[in-house]
Structures are given as structure tokens and as C-alpha cells.
């Protein structure tokens, strides 16, 4: 690049010989004492060296001469001031380049270099070149370093030394040397080229800017050193880290054209930090929606409050994505839980309130809550220290007025819990690689939409995701893999969880999770389970199961549809329920178990895969449809059932059974078939008036033979004499030991044989 040819810049300055009117005896600066006329300087028209030159006697102790014309300076611009100079009589003096600086309102700019490098003059009659280089960058080479605020300057020379010297000066030449520093790199803009100095501590901010502004399509680079950079700086440009920056925490990195985070780490020089800061760009500017890892591992030795690095707002609800990486947990003492007890009072009027706590500053929010009474994760959302009180995630269901709670804040590889809403967040191709080490994803107090797909949750500690308020609202989880850390003990020493659920609307669709205590707590409606494979066996060979999903709403409003149920149980609660007895309204229903896999591989006979536990008094079942699935036991003894009611708190009702349908199923390996309704074949060889049949355990839940809704003789029906009788009986269910048969009743006594259907449920 040369200016002075690809845009006709002119730099040179006049040859003496055309006057000395513009040759200044001081600064140059309009006003400025010229040479035209003085005393010591003469014109020479033909020396034998030079040709035309200008002959100078030395009369001041620095013998300035100043080309008054403005120079120009342009930022990423070099040029080199030459001048060959001889001595011809008198003492010999040192000669050097020399200029004067001046802003855009023609004012000195101070502090700068403004003399180059001095040579003596040792002879008369020999030729010397004195040169330097000015230019806004500190490049190698460059004499005068001027940054971005002049833009222009006054070049030429300065004779220091013994006076009364005299010397003969050639014409001054101003030429762009700029390519000096270009010709291998014509498509980068370096920023010390605009005065960047990467020693860790000045102020480049205004540095990267111009480079940025300069470049034009152009690469921006960042060479070797430490670029301090005071506050937020947006690159429009590609640009190249070689050195790295430093920032304050609130300062933003915004990377328009190259916004990844191999870059992040080439501008920072280190993984957790560089993910910060891109994760701080990301939710702080609208130029882009996600932050591509480009498949690299992140290595974090604290959890990343992803709040407290965004710094300056605590909600955001438009949508941004992190992508395509790896995040894993380095050793680090900065994963232990943190666990503290306190005392609290609860009242169940006041159902997400934990009161009367001395110290409540010590719980942290996002804490695991743990007491009597208290169900399967219940978080602390918020801590009122004033007050004294704390915000629930859910209501306990059996907890006393009084007793001492457990608090554990588990560590997470990214925390959002300190965003009060966060929406259309996502999560997409990241393996968050615990490593035992931590907890993978807290999510938001409030939001909607969370999105987690194709991911990875490798061997969390504790937890994979978690949310301990209602930033789960509208959740998806789609396609993706949950490994427990757990998987070489047995499920009884299990402790972690995968992920649960508060808030309503949830989808969890066609993920794989193997080896939990419980994969999946969901305890929201609306929620829509599809296409899932969940198993918790164990390698010890020991037959106990656990939980892999709990419903932790008795009426849910729930869809549980092709889903592969691996030795494990669907367990259906209302523990989040600070009034668990029922005296009206819905109990448990509202939910579709459609066109599943069930399967248990060694498992004890007691085994069920679906199982209702009531926490409170009252309850029935109110809308069930179990339909399509395939239920098999192998390796090991038949299975008695595949569901049960757990009564160690309350029995359900049967004898308020509505809406139940249990229909299509298939088993293998099953002593007990389960269905409703259930037809029977009843048959008789001797007469009699009342038939009493029971129904061999067919019925659901521990249902009774409630209704009879069609009797139809298969055949004739005969009185004791053999005759044809054309008659129709009527019934009374729920007769005998727990209900579980029902009576014909005939007119007159009859034998033959009838197909019956019985019911356990009214209608509606």
C-alpha cells in the first residue's frame, strides 16, 4: 500500500530552490519565523553533491527546520522523513529528523516522540543520511509513535551541538513506507498500527475501534501482547487475536463477524473466562443468536454464574443458543455442596413459606430441601433476610409446624438461577461432562421455553438439571443422553437425580438415561412424555428397583405415549401438596399411559412398573387410560402384577373409581393380567338363582367388581328340567372378599353359560 500512489496523497514537501517562505526557523506553525531572507541561510544552485541544496549556519543551540505545510497522518500509515546533510566549514554539529505534532484544531499534541535518532557529523564533505519513522502504531522500526490524534504534522530537521557550524542540506523527502509493514498481510489491519501498546495496562478501547473502523473488509490483528481494553468494544471486522486482551468484568467483547468461542479463547487466553465473556456477548447484543463452541472442551474449575457474568440485567426472554462444545469440571474444591441446617416453621395455609429462621442468609437460593414431610425436590427459590422466611419451590406435603431442615446447594458447570426470567434459552450439542465432580445445568427463578437438545449430561454428581422455581414453564427436552455417575453401585446406595420439573407444559421427548435413583421428577401439567428410554438396573444382581419418572401431581394432565420403561417403576404422588387429604375435587387422574415397552430383566416378584402412592386420605382415581403397552419379565420369576397402589401413607378409594380404561395390553411374564373392562365367561351345570363369580384379580389398582354393563347367554339358558328359560339377570357388584366379585341374579334358578363385562369405575 502507498497512499501518495493508490490515492494521490501528496507528502513531499517543495525543494528549497522554490523558496524558503515555507521553511521555518521554529515549529512550522502558521506565524512561525520562516528562512526567506535570513541571514544564515543561503540557496546553493549547483553543489557538486546535492545539485540544488539549501547552506545553513548554525546559530542557535537547536537549529530547527520545519516544512510549514501540513503533512498529513493517517492511522495505520507510515512515512519516513529522509535528509542528506554534509558539513563544509566550522565546528560540526549532529543533525536528526525533528517535527512537530498538531490535532484537528491545529493544536500541539504533547507527550509524543517528535525527534528521531541523532548523528554526529565526523567530516567535511561526507554525505550522511539522517532518517526516521512516524507513524500511529509502535512497530518495529517506528521512531515516532503518534497514535490516533494527530493529524497532521511539521517534519524536517534539527542541527544540535557547537554553534557556528555551517552545513548544506539536499531537499527533504517524505515518502509512505507503510508497506514496509503491509506487504506480507494486505488483508489485516493490526490495531498498534492505531496506537494499540500491548503492555497489559494502557487503554486500547479507542485503539481497536479505529483499526476496526479502518479495515473496510480487511482482517483486524491483534499481534503479541497483553491489550488492555477499560470498557465494551464491538469488532465489525474479522479479526485475529496472536496477543490477548484483558477487560474489566463489566466490559463486553462483541465479536460481529467471528463470534465463536475458539475466538473468545484466542482474545483471552483462557477457557472458563473466554466462555464468560462469549456467553456475556450473547445475552447482551442483538447481532447474534448463538454462540458456537466449535466443538471444543471448555475446562471450568468454578460453576459460571451466567447472571453475575451478564452483569447488567437479570432478565432476557429473546432467543439465544449455546452450541456444539463440551464443558467438563476440572478438580476443584469450588464443586463441594454446601450444606447448612436450620430451624423453620411451616403452616400449610401459607404453602411456599418456610418461616422463623435465625440466619436465613446462610441458605443459599437453589438449595435441595430435606425434613420430614418434605417431598422429592423441593428447592428454596428466594431467602428474605429481613424477614427471616424463604420461598418454597413446592408445597410440603406432611412437614410438622416445627423442626430443623436440610439445605444443600449443589454446584452446577452453568447456574442461571440468578436471572428472575429467562426465556428461549437453548441448550444444543453440549456435553456437560460432570465428571462426578458437579451438577450440570441450574436453570432460571422464572422463564419459558427452556430448550435442551441433543446434549449430554455425563455423570453428574448430584444433579443434571434442576430447577428450583418456575423457569421451567414450557421446558423441552429433546433427544438426549443422561449417564449417570452411579452406574457401577447399586440402586439402593443411589442418590442422583436427572432432572426435574415444576411448571406446566413440559416436553421430554426421545432421550436415553441410564442408571439414576430417579431419572425424572415432574410435578407440573401438561406435560408430554414421548419416545424416552429409561432404565435403572444395576450390576450387583440384586432385584430392587427404583423410581425412574415420579408424577408428583395426583391430576397431572398428563401424555406418556412410546415411551421404553426399563426396570423400573412410573410413580404417581401428590407429595407436593400442603393439603394432601381430599375431600372434593380432582384426585388422581388425567392421564394417558399409551403404547409403551415395559420391561424388567431380574426382577423380584414384587416388582411393579406402575405404581400410585397417595399422601393424603380421600383418594381415588378420576381418569386413567392404560392402553397399548407391551409389559415382559424375563430372567427371573413372573412378576404377580404390573401396578400397585403403595398404602404406607393412605389407600386409594375404589370404591370411587370413574373413567378408568385399561385396555389393549400385552403381557409376558405376568401372573396377573390388569384391565378394564373385563369380560368373563360364567358358566353353571347346576341351577340356581344366584351366580356368584369373582373376577381373578383382573381388575386395576386393586379395584372392585363394581359394575356389571352386559350379560349375554352363550346359548340356552335351562331350568332344572331342561327347558329353554328366555330371561335377563340383573347384578350386584362389589360382593365378597374386597370386592372382587359381583352376582347374577336370575328370576328363576337356571344353569348355562353367560359372557360378562365388569367394570371397577363409574362412567364420569
Known amino acids: 500500500m502507498n497512499k501518495a500512489l493508490t490515492d494521490g496523497l501528496q507528502l513531499m514537501p517543495p525543494a528549497f530552490a522554490l523558496g524558503l517562505d515555507v521553511w521555518s526557523s521554529e515549529d512550522g506553525t502558521p506565524g512561525s519565523d520562516t528562512y526567506d531572507g535570513a541571514s544564515n541561510a543561503t540557496l546553493i544552485a549547483a553543489d557538486a553533491d546535492f545539485g540544488g541544496c539549501l547552506e545553513l549556519l ?17 492511522p495505520g500509515c507510515y512515512w519516513q522523513i529522509r535528509a542528506r546533510i554534509k558539513a563544509v566549514a566550522g565546528p560540526l554539529p549532529s543533525v536528526r529528523i ?26 567535511y564533505g561526507e554525505v550522511i543520511e539522517v532518517s526516521a519513522i512516524v507513524g500511529s502504531g509502535g512497530r518495529g522500526g517506528v521512531d515516532m509513535v503518534w497514535g490516533q490524534d494527530p493529524v497532521f504534522g511539521h517534519f524536517g530537521i534539527d542541527l544540535t551541538g557547537v554553534n557556528n557550524g555551517i552545513v548544506r542540506i539536499d531537499d527533504i523527502i517524505i515518502e509512505d513506507v507503510t508497506n514496509i509493514y503491509t506487504s506480507s498481510k494486505l488483508d489485516v489491519v493490526d490495531v498498534t498500527d492505531y496506537g494499540a501498546i500491548g503492555d497489559g495496562s494502557t487503554n486500547n478501547v479507542a485503539a481497536f475501534e479505529a483499526a476496526d473502523a479502518a479495515a473496510n473488509g480487511r482482517t483486524v490483528l491483534v499481534p503479541d501482547g497483553v491489550f488492555q481494553l477499560n470498557s465494551t468494544v464491538t469488532i465489525a471486522s474479522e479479526i485475529r487475536f496472536h496477543g490477548t486482551v484483558s477487560m474489566p468484568a463489566a466490559a463486553q467483547l462483541q465479536l460481529l463477524q467471528n463470534f465463536d468461542y475458539p475466538t473468545y479463547f484466542t482474545a483471552f487466553g483462557n477457557e472458563q473466562l473466554a466462555l464468560e465473556k462469549g456467553l456475556q456477548a450473547l445475552l447482551n447484543f442483538s447481532d447474534h443468536e448463538s454462540l458456537d463452541m466449535k466443538g471444543r472442551t471448555v475446562s471450568l474449575t468454578s460453576p459460571i454464574d451466567v447472571q453475575a457474568v451478564v452483569g447488567n440485567r437479570n432478565t432476557f426472554s429473546s432467543r439465544r443458543v449455546l452450541r456444539n462444545g463440551r464443558i467438563e469440571a476440572a478438580s476443584s474444591p469450588a464443586w463441594n455442596d454446601v450444606e447448612v441446617t436450620r430451624t423453620a416453621t411451616y403452616d400449610p395455609n401459607n404453602p411456599f413459606n418456610l418461616s422463623g429462621i435465625s440466619n436465613v442468609s446462610g441458605v443459599q437460593p437453589g ?3 430435606q425434613g420430614t414431610g418434605v417431598g422429592r425436590e423441593v428447592y428454596v427459590r428466594s431467602v428474605n ?3 427471616g422466611e424463604l420461598t418454597l419451590s413446592r408445597q410440603l406435603y406432611g412437614a410438622p409446624a416445627n423442626q430443623t431442615y436440610t439445605f444443600t446447594r449443589f454446584q452446577y458447570l452453568l447456574d442461571f438461577s440468578g436471572f428472575n426470567y429467562l426465556g428461549r434459552f437453548s441448550l444444543d450439542s453440549i456435553d456437560f461432562a460432570c465428571n462426578g465432580r458437579s451438577s450440570g445445568v441450574m436453570i432460571a427463578d422464572d422463564g419459558l421455553i427452556f430448550h435442551v437438545r441433543d446434549c449430554f449430561f455425563t455423570t453428574p454428581k448430584d444433579r443434571g438439571l434442576t430447577s428450583a422455581g418456575h ?20 440402586v439402593s446406595q443411589r442418590t442422583t437425580i436427572g432432572f426435574n420439573a415444576n411448571c406446566n407444559d413440559v416436553k421430554v421427548r426421545n432421550n436415553r438415561a441410564l442408571r439414576f435413583l430417579h431419572w425424572g421428577v415432574i410435578s407440573g401439567g401438561g406435560a ?6 429409561f432404565f435403572q438396573d444395576d450390576n450387583t444382581g440384586g432385584n430392587i428397583r427404583s423410581s425412574g419418572l415420579i408424577i408428583a401431581q395426583n391430576h397431572p394432565k398428563l401424555s406418556f405415549v412410546g415411551n421404553y420403561v426399563d426396570n423400573c417403576t412410573i410413580e404417581w404422588t401428590n407429595e407436593h401438596d400442603a393439603t394432601p387429604n381430599i375431600i372434593t375435587g380432582f384426585s388422581f387422574g388425567g392421564m394417558t399411559i399409551t403404547g409403551n415397552h415395559f420391561t424388567s430383566a431380574g426382577s423380584a416378584s414384587w416388582f411393579r412398573w406402575i405404581s ?5 386420605t380421600g383418594h381415588f382415581i378420576n381418569g386413567l387410560n392404560i392402553s397399548g403397552n407391551v409389559f415382559k419379565a424375563f430372567s427371573g420369576p413372573n412378576l404377580g402384577r404390573v401396578e400397585s397402589v403403595d398404602s404406607s401413607i393412605a389407600p386409594l378409594l375404589p370404591d370411587k373409581f370413574r373413567n378408568i380404561t385399561v385396555i389393549g395390553n400385552t403381557f409376558t411374564g405376568v401372573d396377573e393380567h390388569m384391565m378394564n373392562p373385563v369380560t368373563l365367561e360364567v358358566s353353571r351345570t347346576t341351577v340356581g338363582a344366584g351366580w356368584r363369580t369373582g373376577i381373578g384379580n383382573y381388575m386395576p389398582f386393586d379395584a372392585k367388581a363394581r359394575y356389571v354393563v352386559a350379560a349375554m347367554p352363550d346359548g340356552q339358558m335351562l331350568s332344572s328340567s331342561n327347558t329353554p328359560v328366555y330371561t335377563q339377570p340383573y347384578f350386584e357388584g362389589g360382593v365378597g372378599p374386597g370386592g372382587q366379585s359381583f352376582d347374577l341374579k336370575w328370576s328363576q334358578p337356571l344353569k348355562g353359560k353367560v359372557r360378562v363385562t365388569v367394570r371397577c369405575d363409574d362412567p364420569d
Open 98 to 123: 525533528a517535527a512537530w505534532a498538531g490535532d484537528s484544531g491545529g493544536n500541539h499534541v504533547t507527550g509524543l516522540d517528535e525527534t528521531g535518532a541523532s548523528i554526529a557529523l565526523e567530516n
Open 612 to 616: 400410585i402412592k397417595p399422601h393424603g
Open 385 to 387: 433476610a429481613s424477614t
Open 367 to 369: 438449595s435441595l430441601v
Open 58 to 74: 548554525k546559530t542557535s543551540n537547536t537549529q530547527k527546520l520545519r516544512y510549514t505545510g501540513n503533512t498529513p497522518m493517517i
Open 528 to 533: 408430554l412424555i414421548t419416545g424416552n428410554h
Open 471 to 490: 423457569g421451567c414453564a414450557g421446558m423441552l427436552l429433546d433427544r438426549n443422553q443422561w449417564l449417570s455417575n452411579e452406574q457401577e453401585i447399586s
